[in-house]
Protein backbone atom coordinates (compact mmCIF):
# COMPACT_ATOMS: atom_id res chain seq x y z
CA UNK A 1 0.00 0.00 0.00
CA UNK A 2 0.89 3.89 -0.91
CA UNK A 3 2.78 5.65 1.57
CA UNK A 4 0.72 8.73 2.58
CA UNK A 5 1.27 11.70 0.30
CA UNK A 6 4.54 13.79 1.02
CA UNK A 7 6.17 10.56 2.71
CA UNK A 8 9.00 7.99 2.08
CA UNK A 9 10.01 5.24 4.17
CA UNK A 10 13.79 5.07 4.39
CA UNK A 11 15.98 1.98 4.85
CA UNK A 12 18.84 3.34 7.14
CA UNK A 13 21.02 0.55 6.33
CA UNK A 14 21.23 0.80 2.20
CA UNK A 15 19.33 4.12 1.83
CA UNK A 16 16.69 2.51 -0.06
CA UNK A 17 13.41 4.57 -0.46
CA UNK A 18 10.30 2.95 -0.69
CA UNK A 19 6.76 4.45 -1.45
CA UNK A 20 4.66 1.82 -0.54
CA UNK A 21 5.28 -0.60 2.54
CA UNK A 22 6.96 -3.56 1.74
CA UNK A 23 6.18 -7.14 3.44
CA UNK A 24 7.42 -7.01 7.08
CA UNK A 25 7.68 -3.31 7.17
CA UNK A 26 11.62 -3.79 6.53
CA UNK A 27 13.84 -3.21 3.74
CA UNK A 28 12.76 -5.80 0.54
CA UNK A 29 16.85 -5.20 -0.63
CA UNK A 30 18.82 -5.46 2.61
CA UNK A 31 16.09 -5.78 5.54
CA UNK A 32 17.03 -3.37 7.33
CA UNK A 33 15.10 -1.00 9.35
CA UNK A 34 13.07 1.49 7.70
CA UNK A 35 12.35 5.54 9.26
CA UNK A 36 9.63 7.32 8.01
CA UNK A 37 10.48 10.64 6.30
CA UNK A 38 8.18 13.62 5.59
CA UNK A 39 9.33 15.34 2.68
CA UNK A 40 10.94 18.80 3.18
CA UNK A 41 9.56 21.74 4.49
CA UNK A 42 8.88 23.82 7.94
CA UNK A 43 6.40 23.91 10.33
CA UNK A 44 5.40 26.30 12.93
CA UNK A 45 4.32 26.12 16.24
CA UNK A 46 0.76 26.53 15.96
CA UNK A 47 0.64 24.18 12.87
CA UNK A 48 1.80 21.33 15.07
CA UNK A 49 0.04 22.03 18.17
CA UNK A 50 -2.80 23.75 17.09
CA UNK A 51 -5.00 20.95 15.95
CA UNK A 52 -8.85 20.20 18.37
CA UNK A 53 -7.81 16.38 17.77
CA UNK A 54 -6.78 14.76 21.41
CA UNK A 55 -3.69 12.96 22.51
CA UNK A 56 -1.58 12.32 19.61
CA UNK A 57 -3.66 12.67 16.85
CA UNK A 58 -3.29 16.12 17.50
CA UNK A 59 0.13 15.82 15.62
CA UNK A 60 -0.91 15.19 12.76
CA UNK A 61 0.77 17.51 10.53
CA UNK A 62 3.83 15.12 11.57
CA UNK A 63 2.10 11.57 11.12
CA UNK A 64 1.90 9.86 7.80
CA UNK A 65 -1.48 9.82 7.40
CA UNK A 66 -3.66 11.78 4.64
CA UNK A 67 -6.86 13.64 6.14
CA UNK A 68 -9.36 11.52 6.17
CA UNK A 69 -7.72 8.25 7.41
CA UNK A 70 -9.81 7.56 10.41
CA UNK A 71 -8.01 6.55 13.24
CA UNK A 72 -8.50 3.39 15.36
CA UNK A 73 -8.10 5.17 18.91
CA UNK A 74 -8.11 4.98 22.39
CA UNK A 75 -7.18 8.14 22.99
CA UNK A 76 -3.68 7.89 23.99
CA UNK A 77 -1.28 10.14 25.08
CA UNK A 78 -1.38 13.30 26.94
CA UNK A 79 0.28 11.74 29.95
CA UNK A 80 0.73 14.05 32.60
CA UNK A 81 4.92 15.09 33.47
CA UNK A 82 5.02 15.66 37.19
CA UNK A 83 7.39 17.44 38.74
CA UNK A 84 9.33 15.44 41.23
CA UNK A 85 9.35 18.04 44.16
CA UNK A 86 9.79 14.71 46.96
CA UNK A 87 12.55 12.94 45.57
CA UNK A 88 14.75 15.94 43.99
CA UNK A 89 16.40 16.37 46.92
CA UNK A 90 17.38 13.12 47.53
CA UNK A 91 18.82 12.11 44.26
CA UNK A 92 20.42 15.39 43.32
CA UNK A 93 18.54 16.78 40.56
CA UNK A 94 16.64 20.17 41.53
CA UNK A 95 13.95 20.43 37.78
CA UNK A 96 13.23 16.39 37.70
CA UNK A 97 10.12 15.72 35.47
CA UNK A 98 8.22 12.37 35.53
CA UNK A 99 6.57 11.41 32.31
CA UNK A 100 4.03 9.08 33.64
CA UNK A 101 3.47 6.68 30.76
CA UNK A 102 1.00 4.45 32.63
CA UNK A 103 -1.23 6.36 32.49
CA UNK A 104 -1.90 5.89 28.61
CA UNK A 105 -5.45 3.23 27.83
CA UNK A 106 -3.46 0.14 28.64
CA UNK A 107 -1.27 1.21 31.02
CA UNK A 108 2.21 1.82 28.86
CA UNK A 109 3.24 4.34 26.08
CA UNK A 110 2.90 1.43 23.47
CA UNK A 111 0.00 2.88 23.00
CA UNK A 112 1.33 6.00 21.09
CA UNK A 113 2.40 3.78 18.66
CA UNK A 114 -0.09 1.39 18.27
CA UNK A 115 -2.80 3.56 17.46
CA UNK A 116 -1.10 4.15 14.62
CA UNK A 117 0.43 1.20 13.21
CA UNK A 118 -2.70 -0.29 13.91
CA UNK A 119 -4.37 2.62 12.54
CA UNK A 120 -2.14 1.92 8.89
CA UNK A 121 -2.35 -2.09 9.49
CA UNK A 122 -6.16 -1.93 9.33
CA UNK A 123 -6.10 0.81 6.47
CA UNK A 124 -4.10 -1.60 3.94
CA UNK A 125 -7.00 -4.07 4.74
CA UNK A 126 -4.95 -6.57 6.88
CA UNK A 127 -7.08 -8.80 9.27
CA UNK A 128 -4.50 -10.62 11.82
CA UNK A 129 -2.03 -8.39 13.87
CA UNK A 130 0.51 -10.07 15.57
CA UNK A 131 4.16 -9.39 17.79
CA UNK A 132 6.13 -11.23 19.82
CA UNK A 133 6.40 -9.56 23.56
CA UNK A 134 8.07 -8.99 26.78
CA UNK A 135 4.01 -8.02 27.83
CA UNK A 136 3.21 -4.12 26.94
CA UNK A 137 3.18 -4.80 23.39
CA UNK A 138 1.20 -7.58 23.60
CA UNK A 139 -1.89 -6.00 25.83
CA UNK A 140 -1.56 -3.13 23.98
CA UNK A 141 -1.82 -4.89 20.38
CA UNK A 142 -4.71 -7.09 21.77
CA UNK A 143 -6.81 -3.54 23.01
CA UNK A 144 -6.29 -1.76 19.53
CA UNK A 145 -6.88 -5.23 17.63
CA UNK A 146 -10.31 -5.30 19.78
CA UNK A 147 -11.42 -1.68 18.83
CA UNK A 148 -10.56 -2.53 15.41
CA UNK A 149 -12.25 -5.62 15.12
CA UNK A 150 -9.39 -7.51 13.58
CA UNK A 151 -7.48 -10.79 15.61
CA UNK A 152 -4.65 -10.16 17.62
CA UNK A 153 -1.70 -13.39 17.96
CA UNK A 154 0.22 -12.42 20.18
CA UNK A 155 3.96 -14.59 20.82
CA UNK A 156 5.40 -14.63 24.35
CA UNK A 157 8.34 -16.06 26.17
CA UNK A 158 6.41 -18.94 28.09
CA UNK A 159 6.53 -17.82 31.82
CA UNK A 160 8.37 -14.38 31.69
CA UNK A 161 5.45 -12.37 31.67
CA UNK A 162 3.91 -10.15 34.44
CA UNK A 163 0.75 -11.97 34.92
CA UNK A 164 -1.30 -8.55 35.11
CA UNK A 165 -0.18 -8.33 31.24
CA UNK A 166 -1.42 -11.45 30.12
CA UNK A 167 -4.51 -10.68 31.88
CA UNK A 168 -5.00 -8.03 29.63
CA UNK A 169 -4.16 -9.77 26.55
CA UNK A 170 -7.06 -12.54 27.48
CA UNK A 171 -9.39 -10.10 28.31
CA UNK A 172 -8.81 -8.45 24.79
CA UNK A 173 -9.49 -11.43 23.30
CA UNK A 174 -5.70 -12.33 21.71
CA UNK A 175 -4.64 -15.64 21.06
CA UNK A 176 -1.46 -15.90 22.84
CA UNK A 177 0.94 -18.58 21.79
CA UNK A 178 4.05 -19.36 24.21
CA UNK A 179 7.45 -19.77 23.07
CA UNK A 180 10.10 -22.19 24.79
CA UNK A 181 12.71 -19.51 25.02
CA UNK A 182 12.89 -16.10 25.73
CA UNK A 183 11.97 -12.64 24.17
CA UNK A 184 14.56 -12.45 21.34
CA UNK A 185 14.12 -15.96 20.68
CA UNK A 186 10.21 -14.99 20.22
CA UNK A 187 10.87 -12.31 18.42
CA UNK A 188 13.21 -13.62 15.88
CA UNK A 189 10.62 -16.44 14.99
CA UNK A 190 8.60 -13.92 14.23
CA UNK A 191 10.40 -12.28 12.19
CA UNK A 192 11.90 -14.96 10.21
CA UNK A 193 7.87 -16.11 9.75
CA UNK A 194 6.27 -12.76 9.02
CA UNK A 195 7.33 -11.60 5.70
CA UNK A 196 6.35 -14.83 4.18
CA UNK A 197 2.60 -14.82 5.27
CA UNK A 198 0.70 -12.42 3.20
CA UNK A 199 -2.12 -11.10 5.96
CA UNK A 200 -0.29 -10.80 8.57
CA UNK A 201 0.70 -7.98 9.95
CA UNK A 202 3.75 -7.26 12.44
CA UNK A 203 3.18 -4.80 15.05
CA UNK A 204 7.00 -4.66 17.03
CA UNK A 205 8.75 -1.58 17.01
CA UNK A 206 10.82 -3.00 13.81
CA UNK A 207 7.47 -1.08 12.09
CA UNK A 208 8.59 2.12 11.23
CA UNK A 209 4.79 3.00 11.79
CA UNK A 210 4.86 2.14 15.59
CA UNK A 211 8.29 4.76 16.18
CA UNK A 212 5.81 7.53 14.17
CA UNK A 213 3.19 7.05 17.36
CA UNK A 214 5.93 7.08 19.62
CA UNK A 215 7.95 10.11 18.75
CA UNK A 216 4.80 12.30 20.14
CA UNK A 217 6.38 12.06 23.56
CA UNK A 218 8.97 14.74 22.43
CA UNK A 219 6.54 16.73 21.76
CA UNK A 220 4.15 16.57 24.50
CA UNK A 221 7.26 17.21 26.54
CA UNK A 222 8.15 20.49 24.88
CA UNK A 223 4.77 21.78 25.23
CA UNK A 224 4.23 20.25 28.94
CA UNK A 225 7.87 22.22 30.02
CA UNK A 226 6.65 25.56 28.57
CA UNK A 227 7.88 25.18 25.10
CA UNK A 228 11.11 24.16 26.47
CA UNK A 229 13.56 21.43 25.56
CA UNK A 230 14.72 19.87 28.27
CA UNK A 231 18.63 19.10 28.93
CA UNK A 232 18.30 15.32 29.43
CA UNK A 233 15.65 12.80 28.55
CA UNK A 234 16.18 9.50 30.50
CA UNK A 235 14.33 6.31 29.73
CA UNK A 236 14.74 2.21 29.97
CA UNK A 237 16.16 0.53 26.95
CA UNK A 238 14.70 -2.94 26.02
CA UNK A 239 14.01 -3.48 21.94
CA UNK A 240 15.49 0.17 21.71
CA UNK A 241 12.44 1.06 19.61
CA UNK A 242 11.42 3.98 22.34
CA UNK A 243 14.37 6.33 22.34
CA UNK A 244 14.81 6.13 18.22
CA UNK A 245 11.33 7.51 18.45
CA UNK A 246 11.34 10.09 21.27
CA UNK A 247 14.97 11.22 19.55
CA UNK A 248 13.08 11.37 16.22
CA UNK A 249 10.29 13.42 17.63
CA UNK A 250 13.12 16.11 19.32
CA UNK A 251 14.62 15.89 15.57
CA UNK A 252 11.70 16.83 14.06
CA UNK A 253 10.61 19.95 16.59
CA UNK A 254 13.95 20.96 15.57
CA UNK A 255 14.23 20.04 11.79
CA UNK A 256 11.23 21.78 10.75
CA UNK A 257 12.02 24.91 12.48
CA UNK A 258 9.75 25.03 15.89
CA UNK A 259 12.85 24.30 18.07
CA UNK A 260 16.70 25.28 17.95
CA UNK A 261 17.98 22.31 20.37
CA UNK A 262 18.03 18.77 21.09
CA UNK A 263 18.14 17.12 24.85
CA UNK A 264 20.99 14.44 25.51
CA UNK A 265 19.43 11.14 25.46
CA UNK A 266 20.30 8.77 28.04
CA UNK A 267 19.30 5.15 27.58
CA UNK A 268 19.31 2.97 30.96
CA UNK A 269 19.29 -0.82 30.45
CA UNK A 270 19.43 -3.12 33.69
CA UNK A 271 23.22 -4.88 34.02
CA UNK A 272 21.85 -8.10 32.89
CA UNK A 273 20.61 -7.36 29.99
CA UNK A 274 22.64 -4.49 28.40
CA UNK A 275 24.00 -4.89 25.34
CA UNK A 276 23.22 -1.75 24.05
CA UNK A 277 25.08 -0.04 27.24
CA UNK A 278 27.83 -2.28 25.97
CA UNK A 279 27.91 -1.27 22.02
CA UNK A 280 27.73 2.37 23.52
CA UNK A 281 30.91 2.63 25.73
CA UNK A 282 32.89 0.45 23.42
CA UNK A 283 31.91 3.18 20.73
CA UNK A 284 30.59 0.35 18.41
CA UNK A 285 28.04 0.55 15.98
CA UNK A 286 26.71 -3.03 16.29
CA UNK A 287 25.63 -4.64 19.40
CA UNK A 288 27.29 -8.05 20.85
CA UNK A 289 23.97 -10.50 21.78
CA UNK A 290 23.14 -11.11 25.38
CA UNK A 291 22.68 -14.89 25.08
CA UNK A 292 20.52 -15.55 28.42
CA UNK A 293 19.47 -11.65 29.58
CA UNK A 294 18.27 -11.47 32.74
CA UNK A 295 16.58 -8.46 35.16
CA UNK A 296 14.09 -8.49 37.47
CA UNK A 297 12.53 -5.86 35.11
CA UNK A 298 10.71 -8.44 32.55
CA UNK A 299 9.58 -5.51 30.14
CA UNK A 300 13.43 -4.75 29.60
CA UNK A 301 15.26 -8.45 29.61
CA UNK A 302 16.26 -8.32 26.32
CA UNK A 303 19.29 -9.42 24.74
CA UNK A 304 19.38 -8.70 20.74
CA UNK A 305 16.90 -5.89 20.61
CA UNK A 306 15.65 -5.15 17.06
CA UNK A 307 16.42 -1.71 17.01
CA UNK A 308 19.44 -1.18 18.61
CA UNK A 309 20.91 0.55 15.38
CA UNK A 310 18.88 3.20 15.82
CA UNK A 311 19.17 3.44 19.69
CA UNK A 312 23.38 3.88 19.22
CA UNK A 313 22.45 6.65 16.67
CA UNK A 314 20.28 8.53 18.90
CA UNK A 315 22.42 7.96 21.86
CA UNK A 316 25.50 9.28 19.78
CA UNK A 317 23.95 12.36 17.98
CA UNK A 318 22.75 13.43 20.92
CA UNK A 319 25.70 13.41 23.06
CA UNK A 320 23.70 11.09 25.08
CA UNK A 321 24.84 8.25 27.55
CA UNK A 322 23.68 4.71 28.26
CA UNK A 323 24.21 3.71 31.71
CA UNK A 324 23.41 0.39 33.68
CA UNK A 325 21.83 -0.68 36.96
CA UNK A 326 21.30 -3.56 39.35
CA UNK A 327 18.04 -5.09 40.24
CA UNK A 328 18.41 -3.87 43.61
CA UNK A 329 18.52 -0.22 42.48
CA UNK A 330 16.08 -0.77 39.96
CA UNK A 331 13.58 -2.11 43.43
CA UNK A 332 14.89 0.26 45.83
CA UNK A 333 14.02 3.38 43.05
CA UNK A 334 10.67 2.15 42.35
CA UNK A 335 9.51 2.15 46.18
CA UNK A 336 11.09 5.35 46.30
CA UNK A 337 8.69 6.58 43.56
CA UNK A 338 5.93 4.58 45.03
CA UNK A 339 6.52 5.82 48.26
CA UNK A 340 7.45 9.43 47.93
CA UNK A 341 5.72 11.28 44.78
CA UNK A 342 2.63 8.52 44.97
CA UNK A 343 3.83 7.25 41.09
CA UNK A 344 3.76 3.81 40.99
CA UNK A 345 5.51 2.44 38.15
CA UNK A 346 6.77 -1.10 36.53
CA UNK A 347 10.52 -2.35 37.38
CA UNK A 348 11.58 -0.77 33.82
CA UNK A 349 9.95 1.98 34.42
CA UNK A 350 11.84 2.86 37.77
CA UNK A 351 15.32 2.03 35.64
CA UNK A 352 15.98 5.74 34.89
CA UNK A 353 15.43 6.86 38.34
CA UNK A 354 17.39 4.63 39.57
CA UNK A 355 20.30 5.62 37.08
CA UNK A 356 20.03 9.65 38.43
CA UNK A 357 22.13 8.31 41.48
CA UNK A 358 24.84 7.51 39.43
CA UNK A 359 24.89 10.73 36.89
CA UNK A 360 23.28 13.55 39.28
CA UNK A 361 26.44 14.88 40.44
CA UNK A 362 27.73 14.79 36.25
CA UNK A 363 24.74 17.06 35.63
CA UNK A 364 24.59 21.25 35.40
CA UNK A 365 23.30 22.75 38.47
CA UNK A 366 20.03 23.63 36.89
CA UNK A 367 19.38 21.08 33.95
CA UNK A 368 16.04 20.24 33.11
CA UNK A 369 15.64 16.27 33.65
CA UNK A 370 13.01 13.89 32.40
CA UNK A 371 12.58 10.71 33.26
CA UNK A 372 10.14 8.49 30.98
CA UNK A 373 8.13 6.30 33.27
CA UNK A 374 7.15 3.73 30.20
CA UNK A 375 4.49 1.20 32.11
CA UNK A 376 2.49 1.28 35.06
CA UNK A 377 3.07 -0.58 38.24
CA UNK A 378 -0.39 -2.40 38.68
CA UNK A 379 0.62 -4.86 36.03
CA UNK A 380 3.64 -6.05 37.23
CA UNK A 381 2.92 -7.04 41.30
CA UNK A 382 4.85 -10.22 41.43
CA UNK A 383 7.97 -8.26 42.39
CA UNK A 384 6.42 -6.39 45.55
CA UNK A 385 5.71 -8.63 48.58
CA UNK A 386 2.26 -7.94 49.85
CA UNK A 387 1.89 -7.56 53.62
CA UNK A 388 -1.65 -7.98 53.58
CA UNK A 389 -1.77 -10.79 55.62
CA UNK A 390 0.92 -9.07 58.89
CA UNK A 391 -1.88 -5.78 58.74
CA UNK A 392 -3.78 -5.41 62.33
CA UNK A 393 -6.74 -7.11 61.77
CA UNK A 394 -9.79 -5.22 63.93
CA UNK A 395 -12.97 -6.80 64.87
CA UNK A 396 -15.00 -3.41 66.66
CA UNK A 397 -14.65 0.12 67.63
CA UNK A 398 -12.60 0.18 70.69
CA UNK A 399 -9.90 -1.72 68.65
CA UNK A 400 -10.05 0.38 66.05
CA UNK A 401 -9.57 3.35 68.10
CA UNK A 402 -6.75 1.55 70.37
CA UNK A 403 -4.63 0.92 67.09
CA UNK A 404 -5.44 4.52 65.46
CA UNK A 405 -4.29 6.30 69.01
CA UNK A 406 -1.22 4.43 68.47
CA UNK A 407 -0.94 5.47 65.04
CA UNK A 408 -1.20 9.05 66.60
CA UNK A 409 0.58 8.47 69.49
CA UNK A 410 -2.03 10.76 71.61
CA UNK A 411 -5.36 9.37 72.61
CA UNK A 412 -8.13 10.10 70.68
CA UNK A 413 -10.85 10.24 72.86
CA UNK A 414 -10.92 12.04 76.00
CA UNK A 415 -10.75 10.40 79.31
N1 LIG B 1 9.45 -0.01 29.52
C1 LIG B 1 8.42 -0.87 29.41
C2 LIG B 1 7.39 -0.82 30.47
C3 LIG B 1 8.34 -1.76 28.33
O1 LIG B 1 7.32 -2.57 28.24
C4 LIG B 1 9.37 -1.76 27.37
C5 LIG B 1 9.35 -2.69 26.24
C6 LIG B 1 10.41 -0.84 27.53
C7 LIG B 1 10.42 0.01 28.61
C8 LIG B 1 11.52 -0.75 26.55
O2 LIG B 1 11.10 -0.11 25.38
O3 LIG B 1 11.63 -1.89 23.78
O4 LIG B 1 11.12 0.42 23.02
O5 LIG B 1 13.24 -0.08 24.21
N2 LIG B 1 8.55 -3.65 26.12
C9 LIG B 1 8.40 -4.46 24.92
C10 LIG B 1 7.18 -5.32 25.00
C11 LIG B 1 9.61 -5.10 24.43
O6 LIG B 1 7.14 -6.38 24.35
O7 LIG B 1 6.23 -4.95 25.66
P1 LIG B 1 11.82 -0.43 24.02
Not at 51 to 58: D, L
Request: charged share 20%; with cysteine.
Amino acid sequence: MKVAAGWLLRCIDCGSMFDSDPAGYTCSRCNGLLEALKEGGSLTRGELYGRPAKGIWRFRALLPFGPDVRPVSLDEGGTPLIKAVNISRELRVRNLHVKNEGQNPTGSFKDRGMTVSVTRAVESGVRVLICASTGNTSASMSAYAARAGVTAAIIVPAGKVAAGKMVQATAFGAKIIRVDGNFDDALSMLLQTISGLPGFAGMNSVNPYRLEGQKSTAFEIYEQLGFSVPDYVVLPVGNAGNISAIWKGFKELRDFGITEKVPRMVGVQAVGASPIARAFWKGSETITPVDDPNTVASAIRIGKPASAKKALAALRESEGMALTVTDEEITAARSLLSSKEGIFVEPASAAPIAALREISGKLEKDAVVVCVCTGNGLKDQESIRIDIEDAPLVSDRSGLTDLLERLASRPLVPA
